[in-house]
C-alpha cells in the first residue's frame, strides 16, 4: 500500500492543484470535460488502508493503480 507522501507525489506529478491545507492537504484537479475531482492527504507519514487506498483510487482519483504507480517514477 502507497504511504500518505506517495500520494502526494502523485497529487503533485499529475497537475492537481493543493488549495487548501491544515491538519491535511487539500487538492483538486479540473478536469477538460469541466468535472472536479477532489481529494485529501493526510500529513501522517504511515500507509494508507487497503480499503481506504480503495476508494481513493476509485472515487477521487479516478485513477487504475497503474497510472497512480506511473507517476511515482
Do not use: A
Amino acid at each position: 500500500m502507497p504511504k500518505w507522501k506517495e500520494l502526494r507525489r502523485f497529487c503533485g506529478r499529475d497537475g492537481w492543484e493543493c488549495f487548501r491545507e491544515t491538519d491535511h492537504y487539500f487538492y483538486r484537479k479540473l478536469m477538460p470535460g469541466g468535472t472536479l475531482k477532489r481529494t485529501k492527504v493526510s500529513k501522517g507519514s504511515g500507509e494508507i488502508g487497503p480499503d481506504l487506498w480503495q476508494r481513493i483510487l476509485k472515487q477521487q482519483l479516478q485513477v487504475t493503480q497503474e497510472y497512480f504507480n506511473s507517476k511515482l517514477k
